[in-house]
């Protein structure tokens, strides 16, 4: 009795003992279950989030932060973007699109890789954003305010994680000095990061050239320089090796060759690498249930690749019961049919039948690989010709009406199969969903005034203002929430950040004290609830009612652009947008006394939902309307019996 | 030719033949006159070794296996006539050093309490006398040093000047021991316990270079009980140096040196003359023989850097040592040792340069055998020790060495190493003659000679003449030579063409002589310290010994050297590190 009693205290010590420090237990399992939860990809805003710069929501996961260096580590996590998706809800954020969250190369040339676009292991998160609960929890926590994820991945190369022994000495030399054949002359080279060669990167003695040159990957797990995962990476046959690109003009280097900064161009053309990627990638939906991928670089991988790699996707997918899986693609490029190129699905622009079975060579599923490729691309052409063009060095309008009218032909009319549809299930087209943005991570941000950039006074050559540039922004804001195509607002945006090039233009978030008093956030939010509001602005239909070649002083709609939306999917809703980009003068879309026709009925009276007051628009019995608008303003009219 | 007259080769070219026993002459081009006597019989010594008899292979070790800082210390003392029963000689409360009680010992100011001279008929006697008095409980200090300062008479500092492994001690850097021991008699148990911690320092020191930072090591951490379970019957335990006689004027214990963390048992017989001792141990030398460190990946994906052992083997030792004294009159008497080791190092793996691909190490051993025959007169510190010391595989490299010149198979067969000693020590009247002799052959594993290969030896005589009580004069005279396994090139005059290197493995020579007048505070004694010193050394450094210097080394350049400078030598109480 005494020895079970002893027992008994014992085992009630222990219990208590483990109570007192509590179980080692995740508050949410890992299981996740994959599940559509997006409706018409064109209801979403995107909110584009640069992680480490968001919100630093775990201080155990700082390593190496150095705020006041733009281009270190600064701290935010997956944890703080979750403490703040309340902010992200009130501004009216339906999807988030993350930077990316594999393990990159941590830091390289005095740099870090606070991006993620350094990958180093395609198979592990980022410690420096938390771990794979945090990154689930984040998903979870925002699927549960309906805000879809989506997630920034980069198939066209890796970190700078090997070096070209261009000399055979083993170890990296830079800079390597090269003899100039025939002359006395010497240039410098870094074998991490030498010139493209067509032949790929041949190693050099003093007497000649010896042949391609072996690579050596790196090894320092400090900086995280070691051989990538997954295992097929480690293999040499799995680089192009052909040395920096330095013209991208050139398609062999525009596809082949390492991205500069010593990014080790993977060659996607090997069917064991098409797979890997597959499953890397779509291992990281499979662990979280993310919503979609936005695609790093696309123009820098052959269109094969990207056959392969989307529809793999989508039928690995839906075969675990997500659908609607949405993947667009950057392409930093202002030609719109290059851009375009990437969604030429169907028969829009078929691959020669012959590229075609070169590419079905490496389907080992039995399910054939057919034209379709990404369901959307990042606007880059728009975002030059239309909002750096028009919205900032305030050029005509005429730019606007040009580039869309190409639309259709540059980007196709035919929906991938298995990839973004509507509401009915049916195929939303390319060219209906290409994402529009401001600015980004790599372009500087539309408020900035740097040197050399606009909008700056054209007379004086002095900055303009906060208050005009911001009207100027609000301006663009407008034309972003309500033309065709998903929003996606870089963040910071909402809080007048100003920042210039990369790094200048990743700052932290958490500097401006997350107001959601400010302007820009209230502007934003009231063109979040307008879009949702209205689905004629998100799913209707677009025609163009007003463009300008005109941009002087007296002429009446100078920098004025109009457009009204309705049918498609959206039914009976209808708007029409009216915007005057001008800075100094009232503009209306009218000339030589004749305002602008409008599609609605004779007698609608259209009401601005946008404005304070709901000043009211009668449509004319010709079908005209009316409308003057202060500088650097714009307006939303509905139906008055739709508001 | 025949192959079995090939003493030295170098791959399959034979360079040298065995046949011809090398006498001066051999040596000629590169001997000056004064060292004519000594090199032959040193010569003689050398080219009739039966090591050099056999073709070679490619050696490695480090031609000073114990060096000064390595082995010194506490023993650093008389050599070690026929001990007394170390169990019994233990439990004795360790010596004081007052002047009254060395002045009763014969080997006046020495305080080892284990001197043979007088101690060994004592402990031998005592179990038969009354039952003497338990040992003292307490704390006990002791200390072995040596200081000097010294010039080469150009205002260079005073530098050893030896080329072989083990030379004279006069010029030595500083070293210095602190012993700290405990001692406990237990009454439950009989037994006798002692905690040993030895702490010990060498140069530069603080007044030298003003430099405040120190580094130490550990030489002795472990605790001996004697007399536990059985009389007689010592057991230990701990990281210590284990050791046996020295040869005090090479500052060299040429049959056992070990530097283990382990253990051992010694057994004395009642009669007090005879014991065995067993002892097993293991050591890690800081090499990528032993050890390889690598940076990883944390695991769980965190952040940083890991270091993972990759290569982590130990050295396992355990040597065996069985001793006999036989009493010859009143107190002298005849010592007999044999002796031996057994190395083992287990197969391991290590990364290759080539990240990512590792390579299997093979698993080594070896062995050592050898003896020790001496004679003392235990009515002073006279006596005479032979000891032959022969090793095998891993243990020729030493037990803090690390196999090097590999055989085929990555292993250390075919290394060996013979040493054979002789040390003595004779006094009478206001004379005294310290002397000490070696011949060193050692062969690394891979075949051919080499650099690494290194026949050498020294003979050396340091006789005393005590002017009074309190001090003399001594003179040091000594010849060393050493022979490494490659071709001599003799040197060329600029514009003069250059000749082919020699046939012979290089060969260098040299001769010393010094006067050391001294002053001895505890009495007359070869071994009496502390002994304060003016010291004189002339060196003769010949054209084989001046061209194993690398060029522009002073040594290289110069024929005669000079140390001139004062030293300091005692010891105190410091004899713990004997454990067979």
Known sequence: ?643 | MRRDDAIFTRGRTLVYRAGVRRSGPEFGPRRSRLHGVPSALLAAALCASPSLAAAQTEPTVDPKPATSEGAPPPADAPPAPPPAPEAGKQADPPATNDGAAAQKREGAGDVKPAEPKAEAPKAAEAPKAAEPPPPESGFFLGSYGRVGAATDFRKRPGRDADLVARGSRLDESPYFELDVQRQDYWKATGTTTRAVITLGTSAPLFHYNADFTIRMAVRNLFLQANNIVTKGLSAWVGSRMYRGDDAYLIDYWPLDNLNTMGGGLRYDFANGRTFIAWHAGLNQPRTGFFSQTVARTPALNQVGAANVNILDRQKFITSLKASHVVKVGETAGVKAVLYGELHDIPSGQRETEVKGAFETLPADFGYVVGAQFGAFTGRDASHVNLFIRYAGGAAAYGEFGTPFQLAPDRTSAGARELWITLSGNWETGPLGLMAAGYFRSFRDASEGLDYNDVDEGIIMARPHFFLTEWGGIATEISYQAQQRGVRYQPPTPPGQPIPAPTNDPVMGGLFRIGFVPFLNPAGKGSYSRPQLRLIYLLTHRDEGARSMYPKDDVFSLREWEHFFGVGVEWWFNAQTTYGG
């Open chain 1, 1 to 643: 009795m005494n020895r079970a009693r002893s027992s008994a205290a014992i085992l009630g010590l222990v219990v208590s003992g483990f109570g007192s420090t509590g179980c080692m237990e995740f508050e949410d399992p890992p299981e996740v279950e994959l599940k559509t939860n997006v409706v018409d990809w064109r209801e979403e805003i995107i909110y584009q989030v640069l992680i480490d710069r968001f919100a630093d929501g775990d201080w155990g996961n700082n390593f190496s932060v150095y705020p006041s260096a733009p281009g270190k580590w600064h701290g935010g996590d997956w944890k703080g973007l979750e403490q703040r998706l309340d902010y992200l809800d009130e501004l009216g954020v339906t999807t988030l699109w993350i930077s990316p969250v594999v393990k990159n190369v941590y830091t390289d040339a005095g740099f870090d890789a606070y991006h993620g676009y350094w990958a180093q292991d395609l198979t592990q998160p980022a410690p420096q954003f938390g771990d794979l609960a945090a990154l689930q929890s984040l998903v979870k926590a925002a699927h549960g305010r309906n805000i879809k994820v989506i997630l920034d991945i980069v198939t066209n190369h890796m970190g700078q994680l090997f070096f070209y022994d261009i000399n055979g000495n083993g170890q990296a030399d830079d800079p390597l000095n090269q003899s100039v054949p025939g002359t006395p002359n010497v240039f410098k080279e870094n074998e991490y990061d030498p010139t493209y060669d067509v032949r790929g990167v041949q190693a050099e003695t003093s007497l000649g050239e010896s042949g391609l040159a072996p690579i050596i990957f790196a090894h320092d797990p400090a900086s995280n320089h070691m051989p990538p995962f997954p295992e097929i990476l480690q293999n040499p046959l799995a680089y192009n090796r052909k040395g920096r690109t330095y013209n991208f003009d050139d398609p062999d280097q525009l596809v082949r060759g390492d991205f500069p900064g010593g990014l080790k161009d993977v060659n996607t053309e090997l069917c064991p690498i098409r797979d890997a990627m597959v499953d890397a990638y779509t291992r990281w939906i499979e662990l979280t249930d993310i919503d979609g991928f936005r695609i790093d670089t696309v123009k820098h991988v052959e269109n094969g690749f990207w056959r392969h790699f989307t529809q793999k996707v989508r039928q690995r997918l839906a075969a675990k019961g997500k659908t609607n899986f949405f993947m667009f693609g950057e392409a930093f490029d202002g030609r719109d049919q290059l851009v375009g190129s990437f969604t030429k699905n169907g028969n829009d622009a078929p691959p020669p039948a012959d590229e075609l079975a070169t590419d079905n060579q490496c389907v080992t599923d039995g399910v054939p690989l057919t034209a379709d490729m990404l369901d959307s691309v990042f606007y880059f052409p728009q975002q030059f010709q239309v909002i750096r063009d028009v919205f900032r060095y305030r050029g005509p309008t005429s730019n606007i009406q040009k580039l869309w009218a190409d639309r259709a032909v540059n980007y196709g009319v035919t929906p991938a199969q298995g990839g973004a549809v509507n509401a009915s299930g049916q195929g939303v087209s390319p060219q209906k969903l290409l994402v529009n943005f401001l600015d980004n991570h790599d372009v500087p941000r539309f408020l900035f005034t740097g040197a050399g950039m606009y909008p700056e006074d054209p007379i004086f050559g002095t900055p303009l203002s906060l208050e005009t540039r911001r009207k100027m922004l609000h301006n663009a804001l407008l034309f972003l929430f309500t033309e065709e195509g998903i929003p996606c607002v870089y963040y910071g945006t909402e809080q007048d950040f100003q920042g210039g090039n990369d790094p200048g233009n990743r700052e932290d978030l958490w500097t401006s004290g997350y107001d959601m008093a400010a302007p820009t956030f209230q502007w934003i939010r009231r063109l979040s609830e307008i879009r949702r509001k209205y689905p004629a602005l998100s799913k209707g239909d677009l025609q163009i009612l007003w463009a300008s070649d005109r941009t002087g002083p007296s002429d009446p709609d100078a920098n004025v652009f109009a457009f009204e939306r309705t049918g498609g999917d959206a039914g009976d809703s209808y708007s029409i947008v009216v915007i005057n980009a001008n800075i100094e003068k009232e503009g209306s879309p009218e000339f030589g006394g004749q305002p602008m026709q409008v599609g609605a009925a004779p007698g609608t009276v259209l009401v601005d939902v946008l404005n304070e007051g709901g000043q009211t628009y009668p449509v004319t019995n010709d079908g005209r309307l009316s409308i003057k608008l202060p500088p650097s303003s714009g307006a939303v009219l509905v139906p008055e019996s739709q508001r």
